[in-house]
C-alpha cells in the first residue's frame, strides 16, 4: 500500500483474500466486502465501488475504529465500504475478531432471503462455525441498525445471515474467514437439497456441545 509499510502485510492479505473470494463465485462485481484488523488496531478495508477483479493494494484504505480514513491521507475517488458500520461493529463487540468479510453468495442468501436459520447439520460445519447460523433481524444496508444485529446474532458463531441480504462472516484472519464463508456457502447447499430427502436432520445435542468448544479453539488460531 503506498507511503504505508505498516500496514502492508494486512493489506496483501485482505487483497488476497479479496481476489479469492472473487474466484471462488462468492462475490461478484463490486458487491460485498472485506476488512482486516492491523496490529496497531487500525482496519484495513475494501474500498466502495471498486471491481475486485480490477483491485489493487493502492485501492484499499486504513480507518480507525470511530470510521474516519487514516491511509491514504488523500483518496479522490475512493471511500471506505459502505457496510463499514457491519465491519466496525463486529470489530468492536469482539476482541478476538480480527478478520470480516460481508458478501451474498447463492445457496446462503436463499435462506437470508427466507429468514431462517442453517443448521448445522455435518460435523466441519459445527467446528468452524460454532453452530447453527442464525439469521439476523432486518436491518438496512449500511445502517447502524444492521450492524447492531449481526453483531447480535453472531454471538458465539462464525458467521450470521442478514436478513433479505446476504451473509457476514468473522474470524482470526482473513483466509480463516474466507474458509467460513465457503463452508457456509456450501452447507446451504447441502441442507437446501437435503430437503428433498425429508429435511437436514440437526447434529445430536452432545455432539454440537462438544464440537461447541472445538470452535473456541478454532476461533483463536490464526
Keep these: 500500500m503506498s507511503g504505508a509499510p505498516s500496514s502492508a502485510p494486512t493489506a496483501g492479505k485482505v487483497l488476497h483474500t479479496a481476489k479469492a473470494l472473487l474466484r471462488k463465485g462468492l ?19 475494501t474500498p466502495s465501488a471498486v471491481d475486485y477483479e480490477a483491485m489493487t493494494l493502492d485501492d484499499l484504505l486504513v480507518v480507525d ?5 487514516v491511509e491514504p491521507a488523500a483518496a479522490p475517488g475512493r471511500s471506505p465500504t ?17 478478520a470480516v468479510i460481508h458478501a451474498h ?5 436463499m435462506f437470508a432471503s427466507a429468514r431462517q436459520a442453517l443448521p448445522a447439520c455435518i460435523d466441519e460445519f459445527a467446528m468452524y462455525v460454532g453452530g447453527d447460523v442464525r439469521c439476523a433481524e432486518y436491518g438496512q444496508s449500511g445502517s447502524e441498525a444492521l450492524a447492531a ?13 442478514l436478513a433479505n441480504h446476504g451473509l457476514v462472516a468473522v474470524g482470526p484472519s482473513p483466509a480463516k474467514v474466507l474458509h467460513i464463508v465457503a463452508l457456509v456457502e456450501r452447507v446451504a447447499q447441502i ?13 445430536p445435542e452432545q455432539a454440537q456441545t462438544d464440537f461447541a468448544g472445538v470452535y473456541e479453539i478454532m476461533r483463536a488460531l490464526p
Design 82 to 98: 459502505s457496510e463499514l458500520h457491519l465491519h466496525l461493529a463486529c470489530y468492536r463487540a469482539y476482541d478476538d475478531v480480527q
Design 191 to 203: 441442507a437446501w437439497g437435503a430437503r428433498a430427502l425429508g429435511g437436514p436432520v440437526a447434529l
Design 65 to 69: 475504529l470511530d470510521g474516519n480514513v
Design 27 to 45: 462475490v461478484e462485481g463490486t458487491a460485498g466486502n472485506l476488512s482486516a484488523r492491523r496490529p496497531d488496531g487500525l482496519i484495513v478495508t
Design 149 to 161: 444485529n449481526a453483531v447480535a446474532a453472531l454471538e458465539g458463531r462464525g458467521a450470521a445471515l
Design 105 to 109: 453468495p447463492v445457496w446462503a442468501t
